[in-house]
RNA sequence: GCCAACGUGGUGGAAUUGGUAGACACGCCAGCCUUAGGAGCUGGUGCCGCAAGGUGUGGGGGUUCGAGUCCCCCCGUUGGCACCA
């Protein structure tokens, strides 16, 4: 190791401990990466908007997986300032959420005193990376500057009738004592703790994020975003094109609707379902069945989300003891109550066509209903034994009878519509976006409650509506949220017009922080306004955009809904916020397990005759690679890394891994060798003796060493190309080809070692600057200039020719990549190693690819 | 079940438009240097074979002079969705 305390003190090993504070202090002290503010200054030169999703700054601290796509970021934000762009590159926190207030409950601190202490950490740990972000417009969205704005936020969509309060069945999640929004929660458990989740009634905040549905679809197809990411969001928006069909009950005057996309099949409905919740149930419930659908839809309600879904294999329902009236045929078809019909989803009731749908098949064949089958395949038979869910032909059903199923689509909408029996319909499976949560730490609602059940909004000055003191961060007993805790000074409210009334006491949930903090960065002190409208014509939009690919549709589907009222409101210029989206993979590590299951400490392990075994009692473990987690003791902390071997080792090991949106495993020995590497560069152009000058550099012109002047204009061409790709692993091997070369070299000409520093200061920025000012230089490589290359340099003009005969490869020589086909054809026949194989044989073709390969075909 | 992505040496991974499979690195082997080294340097390293040669990108088939790359089927891994009518 060449850390000063293993070493002698005479040698000048490569000293990371010793210089990457160094130049990151006089970074900070020459504000290097200081953003201009100054609209000319700005315009003098094309911008760069290139995010970070910024942190939960967690108890934890960072672990290696955060700054995979911060390094990312921060080599292309390098590149492109070297390039002569503005560069806008921030950083905040995003800093509501529920573990710093079970945090406080636990350490009896108020909230923002644990987060402040998170966010110093992660700072600190952020900044030993030697990240280049413009620390000036650091955001954190818990204080009251910045969620002033998001209430202010929040006021315009509440303007825009796009806030309402609703009384509707929620997530409700006893062991957090909060509601969670449908996304947060799968097969009935919170996705982030696993908590169960329970359903239950109450008055919560909506926002109307389905009056947005359609653009917030129409929008991606202009997005540079991964398919699959943009896949997501469609499914989840799950927009479908179908009819609503009125149904006509006996002794019920207002019938019921259902909604279907598949109105050509509506002759062979044979009979209908309704939610459990549905509110026409009581009142359709025939005398005779009173009994059995009470019972059933009380313990429908009772079920837990979590029942509901493990249930899903069998489906229950009750028959009500109504009839309904088939508007296509006129028979009447039985009413049944089942839970397999939701009530969230299109009107709570449907049509059940059991022929063609196989949830319909598998309750009718359960409860002996009849199955008629109204469309047939076009070509061969329809499948025995199953619902015939494809399109087709209809049949049976009168005048649809003949057509293929899109045509009879159209013609049974049109009749519906004619007949007033029903209307054609887009529904959407993206439901309003549940905004409130019973939690302190979060933004409270700018909004209070009159005597008369009426609320209003408080006035725009009023803002920000800080949070109060309270003793403690629980629901009450009566089950109100924290802040019905909050002393009259600051529940009790008068509105300018005199009224009085009392607080919300509800809190935004964690997203609503994040989904305009991208905008706050443009213009993060400004006092008068969320940004300044200058600054966000010349900012937006987010030209690159990378984080975890977890987001893919909560926060990035809440932020573009959120972007686009702002573009309604004129706040914003740009449709969408994110022009490019990059989803880095997530780093994951060896584990190692006993026989019992339990998990041990990596250092607990170690291989011996092929096997892992446990170091102590030499039983075998079992070794496998695992997401990252305190309880496999297999997560890896940043600064141990750059403990060991400095933040520029860390940062280059991060992108040489592999590809940056894939999935990879973390391995120490890798960091080791970007080590090495960097030891190589610091040992090319220092004397690790005397700590001068290494006697090779030379201040020849770089044709002196014509070889090494090739390579450094391939590495300049290659590095600058693959960074903008963000494909940065091949980029470094690239630069690492260019040291062996340079390093095996008679002589090492200056101009051709600073034109590599330049190169490899976006990667290796410490380093990089130290050998800069070793050099002679006094100003900071980070401002220089992206070196040049000159393509003539980088191009080969000999190859190496392939023979192959009958496409194996036979023989192989150096050729002048233009020299012509004959030539190459004279030449492959004639190679000695070629012969052999076509000696007494015929050629049947000759396939010449000009400084590529010849390839032979004989016969016989 | 549906949708998407991905399967290349002992390991992480390279490989324009189909044209030398395995760049670069880890590990391993041999040698050199050193009082010493988890240091440095040189060479080797897909597999089988003494060699000539054969074989090889999850499996099977196809297109082509030529396939890691294109097409079809299957298997596996990962992620997302999952009664959305």
Redesign the pocket.
């Known amino acids: 190791?060449?850390s000063p305390e293993?070493?002698?003190p005479e040698?000048h090993?490569y000293d990371f401990v010793g210089l990457e504070p160094k130049w990151q202090a006089r970074w900070e002290a020459e504000k290097a990466f200081r953003t201009p503010d100054d609209p000319a200054e700005l315009k003098a030169k094309p911008k760069y908007y290139i995010l970070d999703m910024f942190p939960y700054p967690s108890g934890a601290g960072l672990h290696v997986g955060h700054p995979e796509g911060y390094t990312a970021t921060d080599i292309l934000a390098r590149l492109k300032r070297m390039q002569g762009f503005n560069v806008l590159h921030p950083m905040g926190w995003d800093a509501f959420g529920l573990p710093a207030e079970r945090a406080a409950e636990r350490e009896n601190l108020h909230p923002s005193l644990i987060t402040k202490r998170n966010v110093d950490n992660f700072r600190r740990q952020i900044r030993r990376l030697g990240f280049s972000y413009d620390w000036e417009r650091e955001v954190d969205t818990s204080d009251p500057a910045y969620y002033r704005w998001t209430q202010w936020i929040f006021l315009k969509l509440h303007e825009r009738g796009l806030a309402y309060l609703a009384e509707v069945p929620v997530n409700w999640c006893p062991a957090l004592g909060t509601v969670l929004a449908?996304?947060e929660v799968?097969?009935g458990v919170y996705?982030e703790t696993g908590d169960p989740v329970e359903r239950r009634t109450m008055t919560q905040w909506m926002l109307r994020i389905t009056a947005y549905a359609e653009r917030l679809l129409a929008d991606l197809d202009g997005l540079d975003w991964?398919?699959?990411i943009k896949?997501?969001q469609r499914?989840?928006i799950?927009k479908?094109d179908?009819?609503e069909v009125r149904f006509e009950v006996e002794g019920v005057p207002e019938g019921f609707t259902?909604?279907?996309?598949?109105?050509d099949?509506l002759f062979g409905c044979t009979y209908c379902?309704l939610?459990p919740e549905h509110p026409l149930v009581p009142r359709l419930t025939a005398p005779s069945a009173k009994a059995a659908v009470e019972a059933y839809v009380r313990e429908a309600r009772g079920k837990s989300d979590l029942a509901?879904?493990e249930?899903?294999?069998?489906?229950?329902g009750v028959f009500s003891g109504a009839m309904a009236t088939n508007p296509a045929t006129g028979e009447k078809v039985p009413v049944w109550i089942?839970?397999?019909?939701?009530?969230?989803?299109?009107?709570?009731?449907?049509?059940?066509?059991p022929a063609h749908?196989?949830?319909?098949w598998?309750?009718a064949k359960r409860y002996g209903l009849p199955i008629r089958s109204v469309v047939e395949p076009a070509t061969g038979k329809a499948p025995e034994g199953k619902a015939f869910e494809e399109e087709g032909v209809a049949v049976h059903s009168g005048l649809l009878d003949g057509l293929p199923t899109a045509k009879a689509k159209e013609t049974m909408g049109a009749w519906l519509e004619e007949k007033g029996l029903g209307k054609r319909r887009v529904?959407?499976?993206?439901?309003d976006w549940l905004f409130s949560r019973q939690r302190y730490w979060g933004e409270p609602f700018p909004i209070v409650h009159l005597a008369d059940k009426t609320m209003a909004a408080l006035p725009v000055d009023s803002l920000p509506i800080t949070l109060p003191m309270i003793d403690e961060y629980k629901p009450t007993a009566d089950g109100r949220p924290p802040l019905a805790r909050a002393p009259e000074a600051w529940s009790v409210r008068t509105l300018p017009d005199g009224r009085r009334g009392t607080m919300e006491t509800n809190t935004m949930p964690q997203w609503a922080g994040s989904c305009w903090y991208y905008l706050r960065y443009i213009d993060p002190k400004n006092a008068r306004a969320p940004w300044a409208s200058e600054a966000e014509q010349y900012w937006m939009p987010v030209d690159l955009y990378v984080g975890g690919?977890?987001h893919?549709?909560l926060h990035l589907l809440y932020a573009r809904f959120w972007h686009k009222v702002l573009f309604d409101c004129g706040l914003v210029h740009t449709r969408e916020p994110f022009q490019k989206l990059f989803n880095q993979?997530?780093i994951l590590a060896h584990s190692y397990r006993d026989a019992r299951g339990k998990y041990l400490h990596p250092h607990e392990c170690e291989e011996r005759g092929g096997a892992w075994v446990a170091s102590k009692t030499g039983e075998a473990v079992e070794r496998q690679?695992e997401?990252m987690s305190k309880s496999r003791y297999n997560v890896v902390n940043p600064d141990d890394v750059i403990a060991?071997y400095g933040a520029d080792s860390m940062r280059l090991y991060e992108m040489?891994?592999?590809?940056l949106?894939?999935?990879?495993?973390w391995?120490?020995?890798?960091v080791?060798?970007?080590?090495?590497?960097l030891?190589?560069v610091w040992?090319l152009v220092v004397d690790q003796k005397t700590g001068m000058l290494h006697g090779k550099i030379t201040p020849a012109p770089a044709s002196s060493e014509p070889e090494l002047r090739k390579t450094l204009h391939k590495t300049v061409k290659k590095v600058g190309e693959?960074t903008v790709e963000l494909?940065f692993?091949?980029a470094?091997?690239?630069?690492?080809?260019f040291?062996?070369e340079a390093?095996?070299a008679k002589t090492l000409p200056r101009e051709i070692l600073e034109s590599f520093l330049r190169a490899l200061s976006p990667y290796a920025p410490h380093l990089a600057e130290e050998l800069w000012e070793r050099l002679g230089h006094a100003t900071l490589l980070c401002k220089e200039a992206w070196p040049a290359f000159d393509p003539a340099l980088c191009a080969e003009d000999r190859?190496?020719?392939?023979v192959?005969v009958?496409?194996?490869?036979?023989g192989?020589f150096e050729a002048l990549k233009t020299l012509g086909q004959e030539e190459l054809l004279r030449m492959a026949k004639a190679d000695a190693?070629v012969l052999?194989?076509i000696q007494g044989k015929k050629i049947v073709?000759e396939?010449v690819?000009p400084?590529?390969?010849v390839?032979l075909?004989v016969a016989g």
């Open positions: 190791m060449s293993s070493g002698v040698n090993d449908n996304e799968k097969d996705v991964p398919e699959g896949e997501m499914h989840w799950g479908s179908g009819a259902v909604f279907t996309t598949r109105p099949t379902v939610a509901r879904t249930l899903s294999k069998e489906k229950t089942a839970d397999y019909v939701l009530t969230g989803y299109g009107t709570g009731a449907i049509m059940a066509v749908d196989a949830r319909d598998e309750f529904q959407y499976r993206l439901r690919v977890e893919a549709v993979g997530m690679i997401k060991q040489f891994m592999g590809p949106e894939q999935v990879k495993p391995q120490m020995d890798g080791e060798g970007v080590f090495r590497f030891a190589r040992r693959d494909r692993n091949t470094i091997s690239q630069m690492m080809v040291v062996n390093t095996s190859a190496t020719i392939v192959q009958n496409g194996k490869v036979r192989r190693a052999p194989w073709k396939i690819v400084g590529k390969l390839n075909v």
